[in-house]
T-cell receptor
Framework: NAGVTQTPKFQVLKTGQSMTLQCAQD?????MYWYRQDPGMGLRLIYY???????DKGEVPNGYNVSRLNKREFSLRLESAAPSQTSVYFC???????????????FGPGTRLTVL | GNSVTQMEGPVTLSEEAFLTINCTYT??????LFWYVQYPGEGLQLLLK?????DKGSNKGFEATYRKETTSFHLEKGSVQVSDSAVYFC????????????FGKGTMLLVSP
């Protein structure tokens, strides 16, 4: 039981390059999330997926796209990377059932991305 | 919109000292409140939670009480250890059914022997 896994752990891009961050969970969770963490800013939600086949924008979605490939996998794509996207990216998942008021989010180890 | 404000760090303490990290929130309705902890080089882990007013969450010697009248959820521990050194995040969920979280900016705790 690996929990939430993310690949890669580190990545360096040049401005304008594209890449996809991968996330997978093996807990059969319905909901998945992408956050970015910047110094002094806490974590900010980029996109989330409440269930397979649905995605919604969070607080800071500009410059990103997501795909909920299946129940296990939720990828984050940067089409044209910019230095402002230098950050640590965390994927999380939770079991949000029908009518649930809250559900613990489980986080992956993060991807440290640098855009030059 | 929802927001969480927590004290800036770093908080530096000696081992066995008392810890308080302040957290206040703004939200509509009746949010659930959380403390998450991030150890160096790792992702976040849920430390404790409270889902209604006057609830006390507790775990690993840490405690926090949901105070609706002061919109606060302060984290306390009676005697910190070096292994408690980490970044602590206060967060809320507005119970919309999608469990999205709004985080504070985090407070770094450094405990010296």
């Amino acid at each position: 039981n690996a929990g939430v896994t993310q690949t890669p752990k580190f990545q360096v891009l040049k401005t304008g390059q594209s890449m996809t961050l991968q996330c997978a969970q093996d807990m059969n969770h319905n909901s998945m999330y992408w956050y970015r963490q910047d110094p002094g800013m806490g974590l900010r939600l980029i996109y989330y997926s409440a269930s397979e086949g649905t995605t919604d924008k969070g607080e800071v979605p500009n410059g990103y796209n997501v795909s909920r490939l299946n129940k296990r996998e939720f990828s984050l794509r940067l089409e044209s990377a910019a230095p402002s996207q230098t950050s640590v990216y965390f994927c999380a998942s939770s079991e949000v059932g029908q009518g649930a008021m809250w559900s613990e989010q489980f986080f992956g180890p993060g991807t440290r991305l640098t855009v030059l | 919109g929802n927001s969480v404000t927590q004290m800036e760090g770093p908080v530096t303490l000696s081992e066995e000292a008392f810890l308080t990290i302040n957290c206040t929130y703004t939200a509509t309705g009746y949010p659930s409140l959380f403390w998450y902890v991030q150890y160096p080089g790792e992702g976040l882990q849920l430390l404790l939670k409270a889902t209604k007013a006057d609830d006390k969450g507790s775990n690993k010697g840490f405690e926090a009480t949901y105070r609706k009248e002061t919109t606060s959820f302060h984290l306390e521990k009676g005697s910190v250890q070096v292994s408690d050194s980490a970044v602590y995040f206060c967060a809320l969920s507005d119970n919309s059914g999608y469990s999205t979280l709004t985080f504070g900016k985090g407070t770094m705790l450094l405990v010296s022997p």
